[in-house]
Structures are given as C-alpha cells and as structure tokens.
C-alpha cells in the first residue's frame, strides 16, 4: 500500500505549485502549514483534502505530521533558518522525506547529520530535491556515463534565460542571502573541502557564439556525484541566476570572507537579513513563468583537461519544474521507487533511467 504524503509549507509559494503538482498526478497529499485558515481553504480548493497545522516553533506539530512508511515533502524555508524540524521528524517516524532547500549548509547537515539516522530508521532523506540541484545531478552523472571511468572532473552549470527582474519568488531572495553568509564547500582533490559561496565564476556557451557566466556555489551534486562515480576528484557546480552581477558577486564574496570571521558577524549579519529579506511574498505569476526557460549544462574532463562528453538539458521554468519534480519524486517514494537509505542523491536515490523519466515529466530533459 503506498504510504501517505504529507506536504509541509503547503501555503508557501513552493508548497502551492507542489500541492497542485501533486493533485495533478492523482495524489490525494495531506496539506499541512501554520495558519490552519489558510490550509483549509487550499485543501478545500483542491478536492477535499486532508489538513494539518504545524509551525517550526514548536517541533512536536512537526512530529506530529509523520508516521513510518509516510513521505514527508518541505517547502518550508529558508532552511538553514527553519528546516531541522522537518527533517528530525521524518528521521524520528521512519518516513522518507524530500526537500525544496538550495542552501548548501543545509544540504551539508542532511548528508553528514541526519543520514546516518535516516539509514538505522529505515528511511531515505532526499534534500534539495527542486531545480537546485536535480536537473545538474542528472546533467552530471549522464555525462560522466558517457565519459566513462577516465573522467575524473564534471562542471555543471545552470542558466535561465528569460527570466526578469521579477523572477524569484520571496524565499527564494530570502534562501539566497542565507546562502551567500554561509560556509560553502566543494568537492576538491577527490574529497570535500571548505569553500566560500561565489569562490569562482566560469563562463558556459548557451549557443554557438553566446556565452554566459555564472558563480560557484555548494550544492548537492559535491555530496551525490562522487558515490556513483567512484573516480571523481573534483566537482564544481556553478549557477548563472545572476547573469553579468556574477563578477561583483565573486568580488563581494571575496570582500566579506574577513568580516565573517569576526566573532559574532556571521550570525548577526544572518539576524540582520533575516529581518530584512522577507519570504512569503508570492512569487512569479504563471504568465512570468512562462517566459523563462531552463539549460543545464556539463562537462566531464579527464586528469589532463580534456573534455571527454558533455550533455545539455533544457526545458521550462525552475519553479513549475521544482513542484513538478517534487510531486513526482513524493509519489515515487510512497509507491516504493526509492533505492536505499539514509542520505540519498537524486541519481543513487531513483536511479538514472528513473530519474531521466521524472525530470522530462517535470519539464527538463536531455537534448544533447
Ligand atoms: N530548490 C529550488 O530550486 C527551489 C525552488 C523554489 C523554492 N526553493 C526554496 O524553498 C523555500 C520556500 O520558497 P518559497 O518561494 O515557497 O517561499 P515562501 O513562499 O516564503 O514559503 C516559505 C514557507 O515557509 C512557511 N513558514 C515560515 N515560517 C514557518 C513556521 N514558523 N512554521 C511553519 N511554516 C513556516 C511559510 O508559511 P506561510 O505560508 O504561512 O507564510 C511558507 O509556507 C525557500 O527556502 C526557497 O529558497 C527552492
């Protein structure tokens, strides 16, 4: 029997477009967030759903969502703020859990925290499982499928053309100053090493003649892609959002690495953003979504440098992709499409012909 779903942040601007994903592929999820008024009417709206309240400030509503064999799905964020209840409840109940974070201090925590308890409990944790960071972990491992054991390096790169200056919702803005204050790292010399967000930029050619660049940031992929292939020493995973603002983000990553070693700065600076950067402020409507695409790149080099294969996926907008993808990885959990426990990446937790399936299905696929 497939367990249930129960959609944590199902009032948030993520959690919409995932509870609508999920009922448009014949789920009946159980909706849950903290303003019972407002979770009624969305489970009202969407045929008569199960509700549930639960706030972060008080983990026992948390725990309360789960039981073994559930699937748990957060969108409640930013997570480095209020994600640890989700997922110590999924792990406390046995339930496999998903998550919406792009934060990679939180994807840390997942894999190196909770997955050893995730694995005694029987359950798999799937962090960061929205556009940051599938589509690149499929990128990724289809390259270095085609690369073979030779490959020992892959360079993923995520761009969004089309998208205007309205289009990240207001977590989104609220998850990427988060981002920015924390301790990054990456996946160096065949081993995970500290590195600060926006470390590196590179440029990528989006199509014969235009190139963009993007900044590096800590991700999934420094966690998943190294366990499918044993041979990897190095990963960098760079995202193209912020176009030509990449350069002085690098600069300013640079800048503020000795401000943040000061006692206390990091937090207060994370205090003072927090008060500033709202979420919870929608995001873009339909017709903006509509606008913006998705191409995510990689290249996979040997030892020397020389690129051995490289895979192009493209497809539509992140947000409807990330409610999409959800939805499908949700279902594919509670109807027992998940391979192992513990802390899982995308590629070893669904399997890459599995995978492939439901990211197409959610709206990015391979074109080269
Ligand atoms: N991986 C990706 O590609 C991707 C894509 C989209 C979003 N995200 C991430 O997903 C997260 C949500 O983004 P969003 O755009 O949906 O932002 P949002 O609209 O601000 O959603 C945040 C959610 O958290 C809930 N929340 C806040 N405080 C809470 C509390 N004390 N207890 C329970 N729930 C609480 C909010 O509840 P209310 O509805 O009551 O305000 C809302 O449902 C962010 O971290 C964002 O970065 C990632």
Redesign the pocket.
């Known amino acids: 029997m497939a367990g249930r779903i129960v959609l944590?942040?199902?009032?948030?601007?993520?959690?919409d477009l995932t509870a609508r994903a999920l009922v448009g592929r014949g789920a009946r999820p159980v909706l849950a967030?903290?303003?019972e008024a407002?979770v009624r009417v969305l489970a009202d709206e969407l045929g008569g759903l199960e509700w549930a309240v639960?706030?972060?400030?008080r983990p026992e509503s948390v725990r309360a969502l789960v039981e073994r064999g559930d699937v748990l799905v957060s969108?409640?964020?930013?997570?480095t703020r209020?994600g640890q209840p989700a997922v110590q409840a999924a792990v406390a109940a046995g339930a496999h859990y998903l998550d919406?974070?792009?934060?990679g201090a939180f994807i840390r925590e997942v894999f190196e925290r909770h997955g050893a308890g995730a694995q005694a409990a029987g359950c798999g944790l799937l962090t960061?499982?929205?556009?940051?960071?599938v589509p690149g972990n499929l990128a990724g491992a289809l390259a270095l499928r085609d690369a073979g054991e030779a490959a020992t390096r892959v360079e993923i790169g995520y761009f969004n053309p089309g998208s205007g200056s309205d289009a990240m919702?207001?977590?989104?803005r609220?998850?990427?100053a988060s981002v920015m204050l924390s301790p990054g790292f990456a996946w160096h010399g065949g081993r995970l090493v500290d590195e600060r967000p926006a470390r590196h930029t590179r440029s990528f050619e989006l199509k014969p003649g235009r190139s963009a660049r993007a900044v590096s940031l800590p991700t999934s992929e420094h966690f998943a892609l190294p366990r499918i292939h044993p041979t990897l020493r190095d990963v960098d995973v760079f995202l193209g959002w912020f176009g030509p603002a990449s350069e002085p983000m690098r600069v300013l990553s640079a800048g503020l690495e000795p401000i943040l070693k000061l006692p206390g700065a990091r937090d207060g600076l994370q205090g003072l953003f927090g008060r500033l950067v709202k979420?919870?402020?929608?995001?873009p409507d339909a017709e903006a979504r509509a606008k913006s695409r998705s191409i995510v790149l990689a290249e996979a080099f040997d030892a020397a440098g020389t690129k051995l294969a490289a895979v192009r996926l493209e497809g539509g907008n992140?947000?409807d992709f990330?409610g999409a993808v959800l939805a499908w990885g949700a279902q594919t959990a509670a109807t027992g499409g998940l391979q192992g426990t513990g802390a899982l990446g995308p590629v070893d937790g669904f399997g890459l012909e599995a995978l492939e399936r439901g990211c197409a299905e959610a709206g990015i696929a391979r074109t080269t």
Not at 54 to 57: G, K, Q, Y
Not at 75 to 79: A, C, N
Request: charge should be negative.
């Open positions: 944590f942040g199902a009032t948030g601007y993520t959690g967030a903290r303003t407002r639960a706030d972060v400030e969108t409640v964020g930013p997570f209020w919406s974070t792009g934060e960061a499982f929205g556009y940051d960071w919702s207001g977590g989104t609220a998850s990427s979420g919870s402020s929608g995001g992140a947000y990330t």
